[in-house]
């Protein structure tokens, strides 16, 4: 088969090789199954590709990128739901599925790229953009790696599969598990995850448990729960969920038309969206699709920034857990799963970790809202954290810069309208610096139900 024939028939295409291997001690393994951890020395396995399969049987060992994007970009055009999926249109670079398999997808990805120039102007850097992955069908980036692997969970015949989330990650196991016909199990810290998220599992219809716990015990729980029973784990140790959530550093790539942007600025929790987008840079570049790489740098809480801390205080050489604590309660995570591939893509790409406030990540979420991009808590470290780079001078004012929204308003309204009404720091030690905020407050107005009221409010708005 020739590249124009790629081309000209998009169902034709290559159809990669791949196989898990340890980031640790590199022991390699051909496929999948439940464990995720290297039997040998502890660490994760991350999926690698051997070489593509082409219609004909002959196996190549590298994409011809001019080609591949061509035929990326075909697919826009096409009505199959793995081309209508924007996680599964760039399949040459994930795990194929079984001949007989479908994937399992809610047209997830084909999220916007939005310029935000309020924001621009509130840091001084003149071409700064959102890749909004709370655009995705329940409401975060984790809908592009689940596609991917309860897709996998399904083909290996799975009836159950499970998560400890800080509420995105449940949402989204739970959506995919019903499409796919699987049950789902979610274990949850009690009462620190928003009701917009535990009410999406819910209504999945996900076996929700509320621990006594944070979400990092509610891990270790885990862990040891799919030992004792055939459950399939969808937290992002999984190598199949890092694999779909690289198609959004892609799908960036080709909305800038294949440009590389200088920085890409991304929330840390657990570490596994940083690695995955980390991956797919380093992937582009290897396949030579792109010919250098955006520094891509990783931003805490305050709160929970065991990353940060290890960084500074050991040089990353390990981690140092913590017990969590932040209003950004989707990243609420003391010791991360995934921070040795994380800290991996950032010395690769050249990026820094930075940590912020509680009220610098109010600030900042306010400061978006105002571009009219709606995100939540957890997201807004990364304009809060933008604002502390460029003070130091590692990002320059003439440099492009790409935030990764990572999970929808709607998600935590009840943040945002106590951001609103000024209850949001009230009584805490962080009442003093939240005066900050009080030019982005804009509470609800109760008024008779007049027209004058209604005009005289509107008259003072205009002069305000
Ligand atoms: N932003 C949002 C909105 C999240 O939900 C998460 C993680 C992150 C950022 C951090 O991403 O963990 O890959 O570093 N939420 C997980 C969950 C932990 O359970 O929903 P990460």
């Given at each position: 088969m020739t590249v124009t024939d790629r081309m000209t028939n998009p169902g034709a295409a290559l159809q990669p090789i791949s196989k898990l291997r340890c980031i640790g001690c590199g022991a390699v393994r051909q496929s999948s199954s439940k464990d995720f951890r290297c039997l040998d020395c502890g660490d994760l396995f991350e999926v690698f590709y051997t070489g593509w399969k082409a219609a004909g049987g002959e196996t190549v060992d590298a994409l011809d990128a001019a080609a591949t994007r061509e035929l990326w970009r075909q697919r826009l055009g096409s009505r199959l739901p793995m081309d209508e999926s924007g996680v599964w249109r760039?399949?040459?670079?994930l795990p194929a599925l079984g001949e007989r398999h479908q994937p399992i997808t809610l047209r997830e990805g084909k999220t916007p790229l939005y310029e935000l120039p309020s924001c621009a102007r509130i840091t001084g850097v003149q071409q700064l953009y959102a890749k909004h992955q709370g655009m995705n069908p329940t409401g975060s980036f984790k809908d592009t790696g689940m596609t991917v692997a309860a897709s996998f969970a399904r083909q290996e015949g799975f009836r159950w599969v499970a998560c400890a989330s800080t509420g995105n990650t449940s949402a989204s196991m739970a959506a995919y598990a019903a499409r796919g016909g699987m049950r789902s199990l979610v274990l949850i810290p009690e009462g620190k995850i928003s009701w917009g998220k535990l009410s999406q599992s819910l209504d999945y219809g996900a076996v929700t448990c509320q621990l006594s716990t944070d979400f990092d015990g509610c891990m270790r729980v885990l862990n040891q729960v799919v030992q004792r029973m055939p459950v399939y784990l969808l937290n992002s140790v999984n190598p199949f969920r890092i694999e779909g959530q690289k198609t959004a550093a892609i799908e960036l790539l080709e909305q800038f038309d294949w440009r590389v942007p200088d920085h890409v600025i991304v929330p840390g929790g657990n570490l596994g969206n940083s690695s995955a987008l980390g991956k797919a840079f380093l992937e582009m570049r290897e396949l030579g699709f792109i010919s250098r790489l955006p520094k891509l740098s990783v931003i805490q809480a305050e709160g929970a920034n065991p990353l940060v801390r290890s960084i500074r205080e050991n040089g990353g050489a390990r981690l140092i857990p913590m017990q969590a604590e932040t209003l950004a309660t989707a990243i609420r995570i003391g010791d991360p799963a995934s921070w040795k591939k994380a800290l991996r893509v950032i010395k690769a790409t050249g990026g820094a970790v930075e940590q912020v406030s509680e009220v610098e990540i109010a600030l900042a979420k306010a400061e978006i809202g105002a571009d009219g991009i709606g995100c939540e808590p957890a997201s807004a470290v990364t304009l809060a954290g933008l604002k502390k780079l460029v003070k130091q001078g590692f990002v320059k004012p003439v440099e492009s810069v790409v935030l990764v929204l990572t999970g929808h308003l709607l998600k935590d309204p009840e943040f945002t309208l106590k951001f609103h009404r000024g209850d949001l720091f009230s009584g805490t030690s962080h009442e003093a610096e939240a005066s900050v905020l009080s030019t982005h407050q804009r509470a609800p107005i109760v008024l008779d139900a007049t027209v004058d009221a209604v005009l005289k409010t509107l008259e003072q708005a205009e002069k305000a």
């Amino acid at each position: 088969m020739t590249v124009t024939d790629r081309m000209t028939n998009p169902g034709a295409a290559l159809q990669p090789i791949s196989k898990l291997r340890c980031i640790g001690c590199g022991a390699v393994r051909q496929s999948s199954s439940k464990d995720f951890r290297c039997l040998d020395c502890g660490d994760l396995f991350e999926v690698f590709y051997t070489g593509w399969k082409a219609a004909g049987g002959e196996t190549v060992d590298a994409l011809d990128a001019a080609a591949t994007r061509e035929l990326w970009r075909q697919r826009l055009g096409s009505r199959l739901p793995m081309d209508e999926s924007g996680v599964w249109r760039f399949r040459e670079v994930l795990p194929a599925l079984g001949e007989r398999h479908q994937p399992i997808t809610l047209r997830e990805g084909k999220t916007p790229l939005y310029e935000l120039p309020s924001c621009a102007r509130i840091t001084g850097v003149q071409q700064l953009y959102a890749k909004h992955q709370g655009m995705n069908p329940t409401g975060s980036f984790k809908d592009t790696g689940m596609t991917v692997a309860a897709s996998f969970a399904r083909q290996e015949g799975f009836r159950w599969v499970a998560c400890a989330s800080t509420g995105n990650t449940s949402a989204s196991m739970a959506a995919y598990a019903a499409r796919g016909g699987m049950r789902s199990l979610v274990l949850i810290p009690e009462g620190k995850i928003s009701w917009g998220k535990l009410s999406q599992s819910l209504d999945y219809g996900a076996v929700t448990c509320q621990l006594s716990t944070d979400f990092d015990g509610c891990m270790r729980v885990l862990n040891q729960v799919v030992q004792r029973m055939p459950v399939y784990l969808l937290n992002s140790v999984n190598p199949f969920r890092i694999e779909g959530q690289k198609t959004a550093a892609i799908e960036l790539l080709e909305q800038f038309d294949w440009r590389v942007p200088d920085h890409v600025i991304v929330p840390g929790g657990n570490l596994g969206n940083s690695s995955a987008l980390g991956k797919a840079f380093l992937e582009m570049r290897e396949l030579g699709f792109i010919s250098r790489l955006p520094k891509l740098s990783v931003i805490q809480a305050e709160g929970a920034n065991p990353l940060v801390r290890s960084i500074r205080e050991n040089g990353g050489a390990r981690l140092i857990p913590m017990q969590a604590e932040t209003l950004a309660t989707a990243i609420r995570i003391g010791d991360p799963a995934s921070w040795k591939k994380a800290l991996r893509v950032i010395k690769a790409t050249g990026g820094a970790v930075e940590q912020v406030s509680e009220v610098e990540i109010a600030l900042a979420k306010a400061e978006i809202g105002a571009d009219g991009i709606g995100c939540e808590p957890a997201s807004a470290v990364t304009l809060a954290g933008l604002k502390k780079l460029v003070k130091q001078g590692f990002v320059k004012p003439v440099e492009s810069v790409v935030l990764v929204l990572t999970g929808h308003l709607l998600k935590d309204p009840e943040f945002t309208l106590k951001f609103h009404r000024g209850d949001l720091f009230s009584g805490t030690s962080h009442e003093a610096e939240a005066s900050v905020l009080s030019t982005h407050q804009r509470a609800p107005i109760v008024l008779d139900a007049t027209v004058d009221a209604v005009l005289k409010t509107l008259e003072q708005a205009e002069k305000a």
